[in-house]
T-cell receptor, first 115, second 112 residues
Framework: QKEVEQDPGPLSVPEGAIVSLNCTYS??????FMWYRQYSRKGPELLMY????GNKEDGRFTAQVDKSSKYISLFIRDSQPSDSATYLC???????????????FGEGTQLTVNP | DADVTQTPRNRITKTGKRIMLECSQT?????MYWYRQDPGLGLQLIYY???????NKGEISDGYSVSRQAQAKFSLSLESAIPNQTALYFC???????????FGPGTRLTVL
């Protein structure tokens, strides 16, 4: 079983819809959670970074972490065609310390926002 | 200019050939990583380096080797390429004390 599970989709929504992307994980040591966005033929780019449980908002994007359920979400409000990309969740238990500065990634969810 | 660059961007080679993929960065980061990305498997860590004298194996290092020539340069070699090494390869950088990573544009490698 993978440490991080993410539905690969594809997910297709109309422009303006609210999008919910999710990951579940099994390792209770994970405390740092990230979302990356990857456009076709490009490298992943960091979108959101959160520590422990709670919400973080940045413009149309909200990242939510529920450590009790080992579940993280990314919400996109008022989705735009330019949001069409693959979204990867990533997580770490060490916050950059030498002994464990490694990220575990989900498989990625392919999102298409239709005009 | 891009902060993390990779060369070549595309490469087609034959089974048994030696291949080197290069990565350079201008972000001033001390940590560098090599990943491969395959459909259905996501990103898998091949090797990582926390400074010039520190090299560590990742999840899937067999068949690969690396060299950290300078803080800003990290190269990945396939000593004898095989078809199941056909994949997208990404270099990433990061800073000590932080676990966020920043990715290059990738190299698409095809081994025939």
């Amino acid at each position: 079983q993978k440490e991080v599970e993410q539905d690969p989709g594809p997910l297709s929504v109309p422009e303006g819809a609210i999008v919910s992307l999710n990951c579940t994980y099994s390792n209770s040591a994970f405390q740092y959670f990230m979302w990356y966005r990857q456009y076709s033929r490009k490298g992943p780019e960091l979108l959101m970074y959160t520590y422990s449980s709670g919400n973080k908002e940045d413009g149309r994007f909200t990242a939510q972490v529920d450590k009790s359920s080992k579940y993280i979400s990314l919400f996109i409000r008022d989705s735009q065609p330019s949001d069409s990309a693959t979204y990867l969740c990533a997580m770490s238990g060490y916050g950059g310390e030498t002994s464990g500065s490694r990220l575990t990634f989900g498989e990625g969810t392919q999102l298409t926002v239709n005009p | 200019d891009a902060d993390v660059t990779q060369t070549p961007r595309n490469r087609i080679t034959k089974t048994g050939k030696r291949i080197m993929l290069e990565c350079s960065q201008t972000k001033g980061h001390d940590r560098m990583y090599w990943y491969r990305q395959d459909p259905g498997l996501g990103l898998q860590l091949i090797y990582y380096s926390f400074d010039v004298k520190d090299i560590n194996k990742g999840e899937i290092s067999d068949g690969y080797s690396v060299s950290r020539q300078a803080q800003a340069k990290f190269s990945l070699s396939l000593e004898s390429a095989i078809p199941n090494q056909t994949a997208l390869y990404f270099c990433a950088t990061g800073s000590s004390g932080r676990d966020t990573q920043y990715f290059g544009p990738g190299t698409r490698l095809t081994v025939l």
